[in-house]
């Protein structure tokens, strides 16, 4: 069964201390892998596509890196506005109309 | 401006009275789709749609209804809300085709039903 998992559930970091997101996933073909930023009662906001192993993404404090079984979304000296849920979903060479969401990371960032 | 947006954002409901919930863009996209998401459960995909006239099932289907009479509309229907249909709901658009995958999300849509 295709599947995504992301951990840790929820991370809270202080200002400043780097640290990373996982998105592992059993998927039959993987057609790309998304990375979204969902802030409290918004709906989320698009932040990177990876489509293959060893390809790398970033945005100002984030960057985002794909391998044959999970992805990583690195945060490199946070601030409190980074604070927010990040969502990871995959799309299937097999149905690219399907998009699987995992359940997200909740991170909030001390000041 | 591009956007995507939903009606009502809020509603409450009784259990068998229906509803639908509209959702309308204005980046000529071709292909919509419906989302549910639940604590602990995240997004869940209830219905797609291609283009006009072309909808299709996600994992989620049972107990919506969709139509897609014009590029810019995607209704969501609910012809008989029960409790467990409780959650927050968000349309999505995209361009269709290789490379096009970046997803708009709506502002949200929350449910409540008695």
């Known amino acids: 069964e295709d599947q995504v998992t992301q951990s840790p559930e929820a991370l809270r970091l202080q200002e400043g201390e780097s640290s990373s997101l996982n998105c592992s996933y059993t998927?039959?073909?993987?057609?790309?892998l998304f990375w979204y930023r969902q802030d409290p009662g918004k709906g989320p906001e698009f932040l990177f596509t990876?489509?293959?192993a060893g390809e790398e993404k970033e945005k100002e404090r984030l960057k985002a890196t794909l391998t044959k079984k999970e992805s990583f979304l690195h945060i490199t000296a946070p601030k409190p506005e980074d604070s927010a849920t990040y969502l990871c979903a995959v799309q299937l060479y097999s149905s690219a109309s399907k998009i699987i969401f995992g359940s997200g990371t909740r991170l909030s960032i001390r000041p | 401006e591009a956007q995507v947006t939903q009606n009502p954002r809020y509603l409450i409901t009784v259990t068998g009275k229906k509803l639908t919930v509209t959702c309308s863009q204005n980046m000529n996209h071709e292909y919509m789709s419906w989302y549910r998401q639940d604590p602990g459960l995240g997004l869940r995909q209830i219905y797609y749609?291609?283009?006009?006239?072309?909808?299709d099932k996600g994992d989620v289907p049972e107990g919506y209804k969709v139509s897609r009479k014009e590029k810019r509309n995607f209704p969501l229907i609910l012809e008989s809300p029960s409790p467990n249909q409780t959650s927050l709901y968000f349309c999505a658009t995209r361009l269709a085709g290789v490379g096009a995958d970046t997803q708009y999300f709506g502002p949200g849509t929350r449910l409540t039903v008695l």
């Open positions: 998927v039959s073909g993987l057609r790309g």
């Open positions: 990876l489509y293959s």
């Open positions: 749609s291609m283009n006009v006239e072309v909808t």
